[in-house]
Structures are given as C-alpha cells and as structure tokens.
C-alpha cells in the first residue's frame, strides 16, 4: 500500500529528475550555440538519453496511475459539463505520460543516417509527434483543470491561475515553432539534404529562445497543476491485491 500523495510527488520527482538530470550534464560538458538547448537536443544523445530513459518510462507508467487517481477523486457527479472536462482531462493525462514513452524512444540527436530525408522521416517525424502531443495534452489538462476549478469554485485558485498562463505561452511556442522548422528545413543545400549527415540547429535566434522558454513554461505549469492535487489526494491508499483460490 502507498498513499496517492506520495505517489504524486514519486512522479514528479521521477519526471524531474529525468529531464533535468541529463539536461544539465549536457550543458556542463557540451559547448552549446545557443547556450540553451532544447529539452530534446539535451536528452537525445548518449549517455543521457539511457538516464532519461531509465527514470521517464517508470514516471510515465506512475503518471498514468495518478491520472486515474485524480479523475475519480476530483470527478464531479450530476454535473455532466464538469464530468465531460474531467474524462477529457484525464485522457490528456494518459496522452502526456505516455508520448514521454515515445520522445525517448526516438531520440532527437540520433543523426547517424545517410541523408537529412532519412533522418526526417525515421526520427524526426516520430520524435516530433511525441513532443507535439506531450505538449498539445498538457496544455489541454492546465487549462481545463483551471475551467473546472473556476467554475466548481473549490478554492484552489492556482489552477485557474496557471490555466490563463499557459494559453498566451502555448500560443506564443506554436507560432515560434512553427517559423523555426519552416527556416530549418526549408534553407539549406539539397545535395547535402540528399547525401550528407543533418547537423542540429545551432544559431541563436530569437524564435529559438522564444520556442525553447515556451517549452519549459508549459511543462512546469503541468507539474505544479498536479502538484495542486497533492492535498486533494493526501490520506487516500492504493494498492494491488493478490487474491488466491
């Protein structure tokens, strides 16, 4: 048996430690330009992306647990608006835990392949749609657990707080994203394209910094919605029973 809130904080150090671990043992032996890379770029090469991967998958399988937890606990019956935020809520959930499965299954720096196309289409394409979706369902679950907690009015004003956050910050990394690829993928020579290796990024813009900010501020209003729940699920057991004929 452990208590759910113990569980919680159990995931998010998991999650914590996994991306913040690799990412400034990256930085401390990488000279980077720009000095700050992309969560992505940090995790995506050896030895890094074993330590990402070693505390991720676990947090994610945790993490699918805890979205169970939080959506029987915080569901609200005979109100079908509220019941309908909190199913979607708890699929954007699931979403976000389990495309941590996928980033680290594709890792981003992994560019040993004979032509950029390959590397698009056998790493890129994969990775990006992890990334997208761990992104696109966190935003979702901030926003609509500050919704639902606006209007049950529960008194947890942080979530509604960190729900009218993360929209403009959301909005702002789709757009930076968006030109960044645009100008990464649509510059560049096509022979090298067609035969060469594909290098990483590695000029200082402004859209780089605004798309990599963005990154960071939508992960940690992710972290600190469910650390809000920390109380909600304080006192509350879960355990597995083996049951024997």
């Given at each position: 048996m452990i208590?759910?809130?113990?569980?919680?904080?159990?995931?998010?150090?998991?999650?914590?430690?996994?991306?913040?671990?690799?990412?400034?043992?990256?930085?401390?032996?990488?000279?980077?330009?720009?000095?700050?890379?992309?969560?992505?770029?940090?995790?995506?090469?050896?030895?890094?992306?074993?330590?990402?991967?070693?505390?991720?998958?676990?947090?994610?399988?945790?993490?699918?647990?805890?979205?169970?937890?939080?959506?029987?606990?915080?569901?609200?019956?005979?109100?079908?608006?509220?019941?309908?935020?909190?199913?979607?809520?708890f699929w954007c959930g699931v979403i976000y835990f389990t495309s941590w499965v996928v980033i680290s299954a594709f890792p981003f720096s992994f560019t040993d392949l004979p032509s950029q196309y390959e590397w698009i289409f056998c790493v890129l394409c994969e990775h990006m749609i992890g990334a997208l979706l761990m992104l696109a369902s966190s935003v979702v679950f901030v926003i609509l657990q500050g919704i639902k907690s606006w209007i049950t009015n529960d008194g947890n004003n942080h979530r509604w707080k960190l729900a009218i956050f993360v929209a403009p910050v959301a909005l702002i990394g789709v757009c930076s994203l968006v030109c960044l690829a645009v100008e990464e993928l649509c510059t560049g020579n096509e022979n090298i394209a067609k035969n060469g290796l594909y290098i990483l990024p590695s000029k200082l813009s402004r859209k780089y910094i605004m798309t990599s900010t963005a990154e960071w501020m939508i992960i940690l209003s992710m972290w600190f919605t469910l650390l809000t729940f920390c109380k909600e699920i304080s006192g509350i057991k879960i355990g597995i029973r083996v049951l024997s004929h």
């Open positions: 208590f759910c809130d113990t569980l919680l904080l159990l995931t998010l150090w998991l999650q914590v430690l996994g991306i913040v671990t690799p990412y400034i043992i990256n930085i401390w032996k990488t000279s980077y330009n720009p000095p700050l890379p992309f969560i992505s770029h940090a995790v995506g090469s050896p030895p890094e992306n074993g330590i990402f991967t070693l505390l991720m998958i676990p947090g994610s399988f945790l993490g699918v647990i805890l979205c169970f937890i939080i959506h029987k606990v915080s569901n609200v019956k005979d109100n079908k608006f509220i019941e309908l935020l909190n199913d979607v809520s």
